[in-house]
């Protein structure tokens, strides 16, 4: 397997995991708008373990592997900013899953805790929906290029 093919499969995991982080969203979201606080504890325990197998790794790869070699092809300001931009969202996004840790306390703890812990879920996922969007018109762009130049002749 050659670097473009190599690169081209990093691109499809990437693309993958976007889909997954999705779904995932999106059963936070509906979790969030019926859920008792059970359910969203739940559903926080089931964050944290994504952020630990899924999210995680999948930002090292994109640091290690796709931010580097996009910034190989393309050196314009505009496209250095929103890398250093997309860095800056992972460090965001995983202190944000870190609150993740206090929700089983804040549960038990009564009062507004209900309110809290949907504050703390809600800006996690709001934060990874944004940045997932912005990342995704990148990504997707990036990998349709590479199919293109593993299709073209040479």
Sequence with gaps: MNNEQKFSSVLTLAVADHEVMASAIENSRNILAGGSLTDIVC???????????????HFKMEEEHIFPALLQQQTDTQTTRLVADLIEDHRRILEKAKLLDKIPMLAVAGGSSLDTVKMIVRDLIDTLQNHATREDGLLLALLEKQRQSLIAPS
């Design 43 to 57: 559903e926080a325990g089931t964050l944290k373990e994504l952020t630990r197998t899924k999210l995680a790794p």
